[in-house]
């Protein structure tokens, strides 16, 4: 997905949700989200935490309240998958499926068909004038188009990635940063700040490298990108 060069407002772009409802939330006021501004959720927002279903809901009523970009993560495919793989379906539940399942009732049934509408639309990238939003990974030397999903959706990052051959940097999830603080190397960024392991939720402005975070228990801070 190419955005366009005329969208006005601030890109922000969200890691690594994972069912934390309550940062999500905490994180939403702080930002005061204009209609003009456009958000990119990286994908894997449901699964592990305790409120995957709350966090579709509030990225639903998000959708319509600004330009929302939601990034397919390994653990939606998972989930779509599993509803009709039972072989996937029991190896997603071991990797966070059963807290999602438990947000719904408990019976995949009770998933609203908007839901899975939502999951079914996301998008693979999003590429913009400056950044490439992918959910976990990207093979440099290959466009946008014709990367694997294997790369784009599974493959973590190993401390010694190079920068993608269009110049662009790469701003991903999916590889959890313990610290709690994003990781910056020339050409790429992650904001996967381990919410969901007693960690931070991170929201990125591109523009300015500002981030703002929050945690599952309510606290927020702030701070600014610092190359590693």
């Known amino acids: 997905m190419l955005a366009g060069s005329s969208v006005s407002g601030r ?64 653990h939606e495919e998972m989930l779509l998958d599993a509803l009709t793989d039972i072989s996937v379906a029991a190896a997603w539940l071991q990797y966070g499926g059963t807290e999602t399942m438990v947000s719904y009732g408990g019976d995949p049934e009770n998933i609203p068909p908007e839901h899975l509408a939502f999951f079914r639309a996301a998008v693979n990238y999003l590429e913009t004038d400056n950044d490439l939003f992918v959910h976990a990974n990207l093979e440099p030397g290959i466009s946008l188009d014709r990367q694997q999903v294997e790369w784009l959706r599974w493959t973590h990052l190993t401390g010694y990635e190079v920068p993608h051959s269009s110049g662009k940097r790469i701003v991903c999830g999916h590889t959890p940063q ?51």
């Open 11 to 74: 890109t922000l772009a969200i890691g690594d949700i994972h069912g934390c409802d309550v940062a999500l939330e905490k994180l939403l006021r702080a930002l005061a989200i204009a209609p003009d501004d456009t958000v990119v959720v990286l994908g894997d927002a449901i699964d592990r935490g305790p409120g995957s279903k709350q966090v579709i809901d509030r990225l639903l009523k998000l959708s319509k309240e600004c330009r929302l970009v939601f990034i397919l993560g390994n």
């Open 178 to 228: 313990k610290s709690g603080y994003p990781l910056a190397m020339p050409g790429w960024t992650c904001i996967d700040t381990y919410v969901c392991g007693n960690g931070w939720l991170t929201c990125l402005d591109v523009a300015t490298n500002d981030f703002c975070q929050a945690n599952q228990v309510g606290n927020l801070r702030f701070g600014s990108l610092e190359m590693s």
